[in-house]
């Protein structure tokens, strides 16, 4: 059971717009710990996405967003496309030092 | 371009002790922290711990007791050790960078290495 909550899964069509959500506590990301997000395509390591809750690494398409708000997080992804269909996860850290994973959301891209 | 490299053993006996070992080439070791994670099969992504270049550590409190993570900055290495292991430690487990440049996000990853636990 981990920390940080995510959706189990998200669906959208080709071109629409999808979140996934990132709820923890007020001893994570509520004390101000800084959100990270990947992307892991089946049988590969995860890619980060988004780094310090909204940054993207060079390379990664504008159409990835994330944002932060009190003990939450949101990754946004735009104009969906087919090679977008992974499992997503969210990762912060806690009062005791340790980092955390959400539990990973998969996108289906219908 | 930075990339990290890890080996160990696949196949272990319930009670045996993992051994894994990730290499860093292409790039800096100091400066960094330098993470373990893993993921059972059809499962999520799990944080073992962590160690700097000074050898300063932390842990996932749910895996403490078990865990050991040590480095060789001369051989730009980090290590890990999982005691006592059981089928529920089966999973494949990734080594990663955490770049100060990122804020410590994990920004390179090792390939992973599959390791079952069977009697």
């Known amino acids: 059971q981990s920390v940080l909550t995510q959706p189990p899964s998200v669906s959208g069509a080709p071109g629409q717009r999808v979140t996934i959500s990132c709820t923890g506590s007020?001893?994570?990301?509520?004390?101000?710990?800084?959100v990270h997000w990947y992307q892991q395509l089946p049988g590969t390591a995860p890619k980060l996405l988004i780094y310090?809750?909204?940054n993207r690494p060079s390379g990664v398409p504008d159409r990835f967003s994330g944002s932060k708000s009190d003990t939450s997080a949101s990754l946004a992804i735009t104009g969906l496309q087919a090679e977008d269909e992974a499992d997503y996860y969210c990762?912060?850290?806690?009062?005791?030092?340790?980092?955390?994973f959400g539990g990973g959301t998969k996108l289906t891209v219908l | 371009q930075m990339q990290l490299q890890q080996w160990g053993a696949g196949l272990l006996k319930p009670s045996e002790t993992l051994s894994l070992t990730c290499a860093v080439y292409g790039g800096s070791f100091s400066g960094h922290y330098w993470s373990w994670i893993r993921q059972p099969p059809g499962k999520g992504l799990e944080w073992i711990g962590e160690i700097n270049d000074s050898g300063s550590t932390n842990y996932n409190p749910s895996l403490k007791s078990r865990v050991t993570i040590s480095v060789d900055t001369s051989k730009k290495q980090f290590f890990l050790k999982l005691s006592s292991v059981t089928a529920a430690d089966t999973a494949v487990y990734y080594c990663a960078r955490e770049g100060p440049h990122f804020y410590y996000a994990m920004d390179v990853w090792g390939q992973g290495t599959t390791v079952t636990v069977s009697s």
């Open positions: 990762q912060s850290y806690d009062s005791s030092l340790s980092a955390a």
């Open positions: 310090a809750n909204s």
């Open positions: 007020n001893s994570n990301i509520g004390a101000g710990y800084d």
